[in-house]
């Protein structure tokens, strides 16, 4: 199966070892050469990249036969896709880290739009994609990242409560029973256990404010011994910075002593946004953190040191001391971000700003896995089909990212000197707009 060249050159022969490390990891020997295929269709030119136009690339003589081969490793063998990202992780980081330094874990979350309500996990909710409620999936994932690139290394389909809950609409798409609902945080939460569980090096934790705002995430972070620089929405609240709550007052001599942190009617915590908008002018800074390609990308920043209040009243001991970080680009009524972070107190504002900022760098991760490897092209409906999908798809692009790494940047899908053959002239896949003429 698949498309030979007469003289292998030195990227293909790389890639060759490289799927055969992955071929290795996903065991039986039966599926290692339709895992090959699939990885390399996932690369080859060509718009589509679901199963049947992917086979007819790799061989126009047999579509059918291949098709059902890709299907079949992708809908149904039982391999593990924690397994598979193991080793894309081991091969690729080896070549990310000989360049630079890893320097952050990132979570995010996309979405796909995504018509029908039996594809499991479909669900009315926020999609990034489209940028407003829609009927969609949702997947949260976890990269790696150096200051030059970044590297997905986990996935998981996020499973809303009607779905979790419903075990009639479980069954036909092969939900495992060991799932129960969890939130996005704590999907993050155990993706990021699960790398230090491995050893993976490690990276300062960056997401944005639909994570950061979580009080427990935040916290679930800390206790893994890991540091975070993590978006809030303005509302979140602190207090000034020198502030604290008041400690708890006693009540005489009888019963047990108060332990809990107090509030005064003149002692409470205000919003982030309040705080921003009560400092003064020269507190903000201009602020340079990356030079583009076009410009320099620069705003205004403040930095202070304040105490998150969120239900610090039920608590005995005040929380740690943190950044918050705030944008107020010039011109703006108000400022537009708002970070928190628990890096260490002598941190130059720069570099909590850059880093801050880099949570971005995953943005031309998912551009590509969508647009050039088919992530959100999976067609089938089940649970195990939708992650094993996925996992090849980021298995696909860690070849991509670490042929970028050995500084060849130019390294895209479609542009490796892979050779697709043609598909037979009257090919038109299912689902295809362009139907086939009568003679």
Known sequence: ???????????????????????????????????????KGLLLPGERKSIEPMAARLDPTRVQPVRQSLHHLVAESPWSDEVMLDEQRCQVLSVMQKHRPVVAWIVDDTG?????????????????????????????SLSVATWSASLPIAYRLYLPKEWAEDTERRKPVG?????????????????????????????????????????????????LELQYVVGVQSTMTVWEPGQQPLPAKRRGNKGRPPKCLQRSEDHQPVSVRQLAMSLPSNVFKEITWREGTQRKLRSRFAAVRV?????????????????LLIEWPRGEEEPTKYWVSTLPPQTKRKDLIKMA??????????EELKQELGLGRYEGHNWRGFHHHATLCMAAYGFLIAERNRFSPSARAGHLGFVAAKPAPDFRPRGSPHQTRAA
């Not at 105490?307 to 950044?323: N, Q």
Request: charged share 30%; glycine share 8%; aromatic share 8%.
């Open 1 to 39: 199966m698949g498309t030979r060249l007469s003289a292998p050159g030195p990227q293909e022969k790389r890639f060759a070892a490289y799927v055969d490390g992955l071929a290795t990891a996903a065991g039986h020997e039966d599926r290692q050469t339709p895992l090959k295929s699939y990885c």
């Open 112 to 140: 796909f739009p995504k018509k029908g309500k039996h594809s499991v996990g479909v669900a009315r909710q926020y999609c990034g994609q489209v940028g407003k409620q829609d009927n969609c999936r949702v997947a949260v």
């Open 175 to 223: 939900v495992p029973k060991e799932v129960e609902f969890q939130t996005k945080p704590e999907i993050a939460l155990d993706q990021i256990r699960t790398a230090v569980a491995s050893g993976l090096t490690r990276g300062v934790v960056l997401a944005d404010a639909a994570y950061g705002i979580n009080t427990e995430f935040r916290e679930g972070v800390t206790e």
């Open 307 to 323: 105490r998150p209040a969120h239900r610090d009243y039920l608590e005995s001991e005040p929380h740690a001391e943190e950044w």
């Open 357 to 366: 900022k880099h949570r971005w760098i995953i943005e031309r991760d998912y």
